[in-house]
């Protein structure tokens, strides 16, 4: 083999590992312990960690928001690090290949084409507009203008995000990481000077003493909202983290940077966040830099966490495309990565043309995210670490032939959408993520992700075990069968 042969195999295994479906072997991963724990921290502090916490500050004071953002993330990144990283960091696997294994290949569709997809445009556009606020309130710092921040220009900046955040995923996770070891660093520094100036007029005393924007009457209710919240966002990491994960060189490497940077820098930036919005008033946080900072430093910083914004996109969009890649049967698997991207972005620019619809709807929108990603990681962990043992056949996850080991009933596990179905509507009985009502009492002592979570874990349990298992369905004795074979 010539030597340009043997370079061009080595691109197309590369662009392979990077872009498609199969597993990612360890000579093909690509990313150390500290790439993915940088890409955590970049994900973690973009503007949405500061809009989380600018979100807190209309229920709780200081005390409690730290308190409920430790809770809630805690509780929530761990569980869902172990749902996506743990396998896909061992298995080489994107979270939709190996949910095969627990909803069958045609059940995962429910996820990516039901949920999945809605909610990442969603998040596309919130960061897309993100951009375009902070970068409108640089131009009026510059130009003495007087943009609002649902005018024309936020819309322009925000597509501008995403043609950026296209060309730069259009190079993979290679990219990803590279942008995030320059991006991430400078994020660190921005929330340090955001702290000294914060406290530079005011003492703790004075910033723990300052009352909520909007709370309700019922402390209780109040601090629980904003764990919820907060446990909504670590389960809102299950579409993008098991991708990433895949391409990590160890198991270690694909579990523990969640907790620094998903978990320790996402409470860092919400803690500065909730208490920039007690002392500004104002839970947006395109509009605290300048009057923190005066006009050089507020701009500056307007401008680094406007490309954060774009890091986040990435991310989110390269996991979601590789799904689509996944469930989308041949039509999709021809089509090119770079049109594939392209054309994921239309639906977020179309929501960039009315800013405000979902950007001022941030704190509803998140609570979705526990609705799904809560119960879908409790039908997880109870396959993956009760039934299979951590043991996932990848000869067999890829056999989409009828009656294959993963096959359950034609392509469909009805015990796994029977759990989460019954774990979503758990949530909702519980909380409304729209109108925050409560059907059925509890919320204040449970919150909503925690029993959905609880409850869909116990159904699947009790279905596999006593349903599907004694069906001989679902290639629970895989692991048994090939040691006995060899």
Not at 38 to 65: C, E, P, R
Not at 190 to 195: A, C, F, T, W
Request: net charge positive; charged share 10%.
């Amino acid at each position: 083999m010539s030597a340009d042969t043997a370079d061009t195999v080595h691109t197309q295994v590369e662009r392979e590992a990077q872009f498609g479906v199969l597993p990612v072997l360890p000579s093909e991963r690509v990313w150390s312990f500290f790439d993915f724990t940088w890409v955590n921290i970049g994900l973690a502090i973009a503007t949405w960690a500061f809009l989380i916490g600018g979100s807190m500050a209309y229920f709780v004071d200081v005390k409690q928001g730290i308190a409920a953002a430790v809770i809630g993330n805690s509780v929530s990144v761990t569980l869902m690090a172990l749902a996506t990283c743990a396998p896909s960091g061992k298995w080489g696997l994107e979270q939709y290949t190996a949910l095969r294994s627990v909803l069958g290949r045609h059940g995962v569709k429910v996820i990516v084409f039901g949920w999945l997809l809605a909610i990442e445009i969603g998040w596309a556009a919130v960061l897309s507009i993100m951009f375009g606020r902070s970068t409108t309130h640089v131009v009026n710092e510059i130009s003495k203008s007087d943009f609002g921040p649902n005018s024309g220009i936020v819309t322009v900046f925000a597509i501008v995000a995403i043609v950026t955040a296209w060309l730069v995923l259009a190079k993979g996770p290679v990219s990803i990481k590279w942008f995030n070891k320059i991006v991430a660093p400078g994020l660190f520094v921005i929330q340090l000077v955001m702290v000294v100036l914060l406290f530079k007029d005011h003492s703790w005393t004075e910033i723990t003493a300052i009352k909520p924007l909007e709370p309700f009457d019922n402390k209780l209710l109040n601090f629980m909202i904003v764990v919820e919240f907060n446990l909504a966002a670590g389960f809102s990491w299950w579409p993008v983290m098991g991708s990433l994960a895949r391409v990590t060189q160890t198991k270690r490497a694909a579990f523990w940077p969640n907790m620094i940077g998903l978990f320790g820098a996402a409470v860092i930036g919400e803690v500065v966040g909730l208490i920039a919005a007690l002392s500004l008033g104002d839970s947006d946080p395109t509009v605290w830099m300048i009057p923190l900072g005066g006009a050089a430093l507020g701009v500056l910083a307007l401008v680094w966490i406007a490309f954060a914004n774009i890091t986040s996109i990435v991310s989110i969009i390269y996991s979601t495309c590789l799904a689509l890649k996944q469930v989308g049967g041949n039509a999709l698997a021809r089509v090119s990565w770079t049109w594939l991207t392209g054309a994921f972005f239309v639906a977020p620019l179309i929501l960039t043309l009315r800013p405000g619809l979902i950007y001022d709807n941030f704190f509803q929108f998140l609570n979705w995210s526990g609705v799904a990603f809560a119960p879908l990681s409790a039908i997880y962990i109870a396959d993956y670490f009760v039934f299979r043992r951590q043991y996932i056949d990848l000869r067999a996850i890829y056999d989409t032939s009828r009656g294959s080991p993963y096959d359950f009933w034609r392509g469909w596990n009805p015990a796994g959408l029977i759990a989460l179905g019954v774990g979503s509507l758990t949530y909702i009985a519980l909380y409304n993520p729209v109108s925050l009502e409560r059907y059925i009492p509890g919320f204040e002592y449970l919150s909503a992700s925690m029993p959905a979570f609880v409850i869909a874990g116990i159904v699947y349990l009790v279905l596999t075990a006593m349903w599907v298992r004694r069906s001989g369905r679902g290639g629970y004795d895989l692991r048994h069968s090939r040691a006995r074979s060899g």
